[in-house]
């Protein structure tokens, strides 16, 4: 709890600095609150998977990994593409690959266009985490809706707010040079 305190203090005083006026001040640090609780989301997601997988009995596979299964999915391959498509987990994508390989939850093999690329696709082991985390997937979505949580209309605009901020910060990235 102190550390949540510390950093909630940590974006006040970033709010109040002097780059932003006083309009701005209250957008600001309800920015670094979102921010703070994408990153919180993110490891949360990472414990939710590693929690089902430890119920499951599945230890070998970390939650990184377990995702990289399940975007994956049906679909032949490489690194690069993964990163491209946004499913790179804050880790090293080509290292997860090879483990994932060494440990009979994909296949590889060389790509015929390019021959320094390694093509990717999963096994029947790989299919099976990849179906564990859709169902685990699934039981949320249901249990959102059940509950009350979230509404169609409200993860769709959840979803079109953060498409437009992904948007923002690819431009940012595009254009810096």
Not at 9 to 23: C, K, L, R
Not at 42 to 48: E, G, K, P, S
Not at 136 to 142: D, K
Request: charged share 30%; hydrophobic share 40%; net charge positive.
């Amino acid at each position: 709890m102190i550390a949540a305190e510390q950093k909630m203090n940590v974006q006040h005083d970033i709010a109040q600095g002097p780059e932003f006026t006083a309009t701005d001040r209250g957008f600001a640090a309800e920015y670094l609150d979102s921010l703070a609780l994408v990153e919180r989301l993110h490891r949360l997601l990472l414990d939710v998977v590693k929690d089902e997988f430890e119920r499951v009995g599945v230890l070998e596979i970390n939650p990184v990994q377990a995702l990289l299964l399940f975007n994956v999915g049906d679909n032949e391959v490489t690194a690069g593409e993964l990163k491209t498509r946004g499913y790179y987990q804050g880790s090293n994508v080509s290292y997860n690959l090879k483990k994932l390989v060494e440990m009979g939850y994909m296949h590889h093999k060389r790509c015929q266009v390019d021959r320094r690329a390694v093509r990717v696709r999963l096994t029947t082991k790989g299919r099976d985490v990849h179906e564990n985390v859709a169902r685990l997937f699934a039981r949320h979505a249901q249990g959102l809706q059940k509950k009350g949580v979230l509404s169609l209309d409200q993860i769709d605009q959840i979803n079109g707010t953060l498409r437009r901020v992904e948007r923002y910060w690819t431009d940012q990235i595009r254009y810096i040079y």
